[in-house]
């Protein structure tokens, strides 16, 4: 089992340019989560989703969208960056909302 | 809102206790303990409900005080795979969401 992937690692944008970033599971788990994490603040969390075809908004999820088309699959788009959106982003599953939640690597973004 | 974390770090020698603690202004259900080494993504330890159940690491112990929305992480004979940066999050039950604190970084020398 891959557990949690995320994909691309690294990527750095210009200012207002648009991009995607995949999170794929292969644990069958029901919930999967975004955060975004900045040193000092710990992780917070932008967008997630209860199931497929399903999802709701986090603690900041200003700038960010989200689509939730198979289960396996979550993925987050930036429409429009900009450099507050540097940060590293970190995609989790869980089986239910009560379990433990199963991180990706991560993807360090850095917006110029 | 953001549970705090205190200490913000802690310096141990291997083989030393610690104690990590998590404090909510809001009534919390459920409190969630994540280890993080650096450069890599957070590990879970363990959960702890309201009402007393427990999941999670078998060598790591805590507590739940749920009248003073509190929780505490009992790090014991300190390894130094012990390093990292701990974080809690809470949630208040129904159909909330984790709320992570500011974590607590680790360290452990030989």
């Known amino acids: 089992n891959a557990g949690v992937t995320q994909t691309p690692k690294f990527r750095v944008l210009k200012t207002g340019q648009s991009m995607t970033l995949l999170c794929a599971q292969d644990?069958?788990?029901?919930?999967m989560y975004w955060y975004r994490q900045d040193p000092g603040m710990g992780l917070r969390l932008i967008h997630y989703?209860?199931?497929?075809?399903?999802?709701a908004k986090g603690e900041v999820p200003d700038g960010y969208n989200v689509s939730r088309l198979k289960k396996q699959n979550f993925l987050l788009g930036l429409e429009s960056a900009a450099p507050s959106q540097t940060s590293v982003y970190f995609c989790?599953?869980?089986?239910?909302?009560?379990?433990?939640?199963?991180f990706g690597p991560g993807t360090r973004l850095t917006v110029t | 809102q953001q549970p705090v974390q205190s200490p913000q770090a802690v310096i141990l020698r291997e083989g030393e206790d610690a104690v990590i603690n998590c404090s909510s202004s809001?009534?919390?259900?459920?409190v969630h303990w994540y280890r993080q080494k650096h450069g890599e993504a957070p590990v879970f330890l363990m959960i702890l409900l309201k009402g007393g159940e427990q999941k999670g690491h078998d060598k790591i112990s805590a507590s739940f005080n749920e009248k003073k929305q509190q929780s505490s992480l009992y790090l014991t004979a300190s390894q130094l795979s012990y390093s990292g940066t701990y974080f809690c999050g809470t949630e208040g039950g129904g159909y909330s969401t984790l709320t992570f604190g500011k974590g607590t970084m680790l360290l452990v020398s030989p």
């Open positions: 644990m069958n788990h029901e919930y």
């Open positions: 989703s209860v199931g497929e075809g399903t999802t």
């Open positions: 809001k009534a919390l259900y459920s």
């Open positions: 989790a599953s869980s089986r239910e909302r009560l379990y433990e939640q199963y």
